[in-house]
């Protein structure tokens, strides 16, 4: 007989999720729908679209702006560094002119025409925003130079010693960056004491 009460202690599983059921059917039947509380959801659902959407709409539009802003500053970039080039040849024939002291007339004001569009040249650059970078002496920033080589100097260790390449950048976008040497060691060497 003890087994028999034992069994009825102990409820199905699939009864005691029924009971369940049943009781939070009942608890939602006394939670009374009313016209007011549906109107209410509607109304904070159809809020928090409207907040969604007024906010995407935001962004889109600063979006667009940026966009257009960097389009306007940034729209000639691809023909500024093929002017580059053109730059560079430039600086080259200047560098490599002789003296004017023993030189024709005719050869005289080929050079003058020469530097004379190089000026030039560099003064489009400055209306339009590129702006040269000639770091000599400056401390190595990867962010606007490129190292070519390392040389033990006496300079500080970091510090451009040699410019191959100038760069360039157009407003605050790289254009090109300086290729340079740096010094190595320098005065960061550890000092020896000779004295010991």
């Known amino acids: 007989m003890t087994e028999n009460n034992d069994k009825e202690e102990h409820t199905n599983p ?35 679209k409207l907040l969604r959407a007024v906010a995407e709409t935001e962004n889109v539009r600063r979006r ?14 691809n023909f500024a560094r093929d002017m580059l080039a053109i730059n560079d040849s430039l600086s080259r024939a200047l560098e490599t002119l ?3 002291g023993g030189l024709q007339d005719s050869v005289k004001n ?3 025409g020469v530097k004379m569009t190089d000026r030039e040249l560099n003064n489009i650059f400055q209306r339009h925003g590129i702006i040269r970078i000639d770091p000599k002496g400056e401390t190595f920033d990867h962010n606007h130079h490129q190292a070519m080589f390392e040389s033990e100097t006496d300079d500080p260790d970091g510090t451009i010693i040699q410019v191959m390449q100038t760069g360039y ?16 060691g320098g005065n960061n060497k550890p000092h020896v004491d000779t004295k010991a």
């Open 64 to 77: 667009s702006e940026k966009e257009k802003a960097d389009t306007a500053n940034y729209a000639v970039t």
């Open 98 to 100: 002789p003296d004017e």
């Open 14 to 48: 699939e009864e005691e999720l029924v009971d369940q059921l049943d009781n939070s059917e009942q608890e939602q039947a006394t939670d009374e729908v009313t016209p007011l509380s549906v109107a209410e959801d509607e109304i904070n659902d159809l809020r928090d």
């Open 169 to 184: 950048k157009i407003k605050e976008r790289l254009l090109r960056p300086a290729m340079v040497g740096v010094s190595k």
């Open 110 to 112: 080929l050079i003058e």
